[in-house]
């Protein structure tokens, strides 16, 4: 059973930083699109940044494009977002999540089947 718990998140002021990471167990991390969801309070999750198993092609929301950088270390099972220039309206719960094999796109919140448990980011401003 594939387990993801994310870490990072926290209060940060406007045009602050952080870096959430996404660790995975089990031995078949590398072989999947890996991304990042995040949910504000009384909005639907929506999509932020996915990245393929081989880090090579890499996706973003626009609110988030030039902002957001998602990578991962395979050796690590492990995907982080390094999220810049933090804004009031980043505030959310983000979630890393595991895309199911196919050739969907990775912006689709119905193709990813395994979820973590969600790390809170709170940008004050």
């Known amino acids: 059973q594939v387990q993801l718990v994310e870490s990072g998140g926290g209060l940060v002021h406007a045009g602050g930083s952080l870096r959430l990471s996404c660790a995975a167990s089990?031995?078949?991390?590398?072989?999947?699109?890996m991304g990042w969801f995040r949910q504000a309070p009384g909005k639907e999750r929506e999509f932020v940044s996915a990245i393929k198993s081989s880090g090579d092609s890499t996706y973003y929301a626009d609110s988030v494009k030039g902002r957001f950088t998602i990578s991962r270390d395979n050796a690590k099972n492990t995907v982080y977002l390094q999220m810049n220039s933090l804004k009031p309206e980043d505030k959310a719960v983000y979630y890393c999540?595991?895309?199911?094999?196919?050739?969907?796109?990775?912006?689709?919140?119905?193709?990813?089947?395994?979820w973590g448990q969600g790390t809170q980011v709170t940008v004050s401003s």
């Open positions: 999540a595991r895309k199911k094999f196919g050739n969907f796109s990775p912006i689709l919140l119905r193709e990813y089947d395994v």
């Open positions: 089990g031995r078949t991390f590398s072989g999947y699109t």
